[in-house]
């Protein structure tokens, strides 16, 4: 059994032989013919033996090629894209500057530009997130503008962002007065849904007025452009009156916010004192 | 056609060969390092010749080493001779004969490769007195980064731990 074993293995290994003298014979062959007749076999092979062969890897490299191409392609496209969005913004900021242009000479305190960075995506009130706080001087109690109007006041500070409370927050109350007949009123939304205002019987607030931040407090300089009144309900009792006022800054669309740097020293005052008041830098005794 | 078990994955494993050249043709220049390729067809080839053992690999070879005549400008004749020896000496070390550890694998890939070029490089009437040179500064590199790829490719597929007693 053993000697058969060792037989066929010879046999084999003689398989093994003949074939390596066979191709070794044959290819020495091929390559000591001339280059013509090389160039024949090589044309004549390409378009009949191989060809099928050929066929399939032109396809797999034309499909390689085209997947690396669309990949560089994607690649490229989300560059651009991501391009894009950044010009996008600078466009945007370049325009809130240049709106906010003409209100800037109107204002005696010196601008912190911020972005708003969270807020709640369903109410209209709540808090906002700013994202500069005490690193640019930013504290509580000041106002938060854009160049259409106000949007609220800074409720907290901190290094690197601040809270602010939007005009439609149940807690936001601010003075206003009519632009025509300087008639006062409050500011206020019961629910956060909206903005009204309240104001006495005997004040002389129309449909259609503009109103301005009125300046008591301190908070709002006089004059801030805020709303205008869209429509006003009766009360039964016959005292006060509700009104809601259109902002004329939309609260859905704020996105690039100024902080107004007024001292918080100088809020409890009123509006005729912090007129004539110096500026004072935050933290000054 | 009833094909058993065995004759099946022979079958596959042949199919392995040629893929390596498609990819050794569309996908090798793209992992080339500083111009230097890799060699995807040789180790495959060579896992080849350690599984299927030398007669299949001398054919094999062959074959491959024909195509890969068919479109390359040197000799005609020379990748073909080159592999069918190279798939011989490997095949000579068939799992089925012996056990040839995982570093041992790799060293034989590298050296296959260096005699696969030697003799491409003496068959394509490159002339022997630049032989040295060429395996030094071309083959060489080459072969190394063969090995660290066949080193790869060999960890996920490990050699059979006892070789039958033929």
Not at chain 1, 36 to 47: E, G, L, N, V, Y
Not at chain 1, 260 to 285: N, Q, T
């Amino acid at each position: 059994m053993l000697i058969l074993r060792w037989l066929a293995s010879q046999a084999l290994k003689g398989r093994e032989i003949l074939s390596i003298l066979v191709v070794g014979a044959f290819c020495l062959w091929l390559s000591s013919r001339p280059d013509p007749i090389q160039k024949t076999w090589r044309t004549s092979f390409a378009t009949t033996v191989f060809l099928p062969i050929q066929l399939v890897v032109e396809r797999f490299k034309i499909r390689w090629d085209l997947q690396k191409e669309i990949g560089e392609t994607k690649a490229e496209n989300a560059r651009l894209i991501a391009e894009n969005a950044a010009l996008s913004e600078i466009a945007e900021i370049r325009t809130t500057l240049q709106e906010f242009e003409s209100m800037r000479s109107r204002l005696e305190f010196p601008l912190a530009g911020t972005r708003v960075i969270s807020r709640d995506p369903v109410r209209l009130g709540g808090v906002w997130l700013l994202d500069e706080g005490k690193n640019k001087g930013i504290d509580e109690g000041m106002a938060v503008i854009s160049s259409k109007g106000i949007v609220g006041r800074v409720m907290a500070s901190s290094h690197g962002f601040a809270q602010m409370q939007s005009l439609a927050d149940p807690d936001c109350r601010v003075a206003v007065v009519s632009a025509r007949s300087r008639n006062p009123g409050i500011l206020h939304s019961p629910d956060g849904s909206g903005v009204f205002i309240e104001f006495s019987v005997t004040s002389d607030i129309r449909l259609g007025d503009s109103l301005v931040t009125w300046g008591a407090g301190g908070i709002f300089p006089r004059g801030l452009p805020v709303g205008r009144v869209a429509e006003i309900r009766k009360e039964a009792t016959n005292i006060l009156r509700h009104a809601r006022v259109e902002p004329f800054q939309d609260p859905w669309e704020v996105r690039d916010v100024f902080v107004l740097l007024r001292p918080p020293s100088l809020r409890v005052m009123a509006d005729d004192l912090i007129g004539s008041a110096k500026y004072l830098p935050a933290g000054s005794p | 056609m009833n094909l058993n078990a065995e004759t099946r994955y022979t079958l596959l494993r042949a199919a392995y060969v040629p893929l390596a050249l498609a990819a050794q043709v569309t996908l090798a220049p793209s992992i080339s390092i500083l111009g230097i390729q890799p060699s995807l067809l040789m180790a495959v080839f060579v896992l080849f010749a350690f599984r299927a053992g030398a007669l299949p690999a001398i054919w094999m070879g062959f074959v491959c080493g024909l195509i890969l005549d068919t479109y390359s400008p040197g000799g005609a004749g020379s990748f073909a001779l080159a592999m069918a020896i190279s798939g011989f000496l490997v095949g000579q070390l068939h799992e089925r004969r012996m056990h040839v550890s995982y570093p041992l694998r790799v060293s034989v890939l590298g050296i296959a490769t260096l005699v696969h070029d030697g003799i491409w490089h003496c068959v394509s009437h490159h002339g022997l007195d630049t032989l040295g040179s060429f395996l030094i500064r071309v083959s060489l590199p080459g072969a190394l980064y063969t090995m660290i790829l066949g080193a790869i490719l060999f960890a996920f597929r490990p050699p059979r731990i006892q070789a039958r007693n033929w």
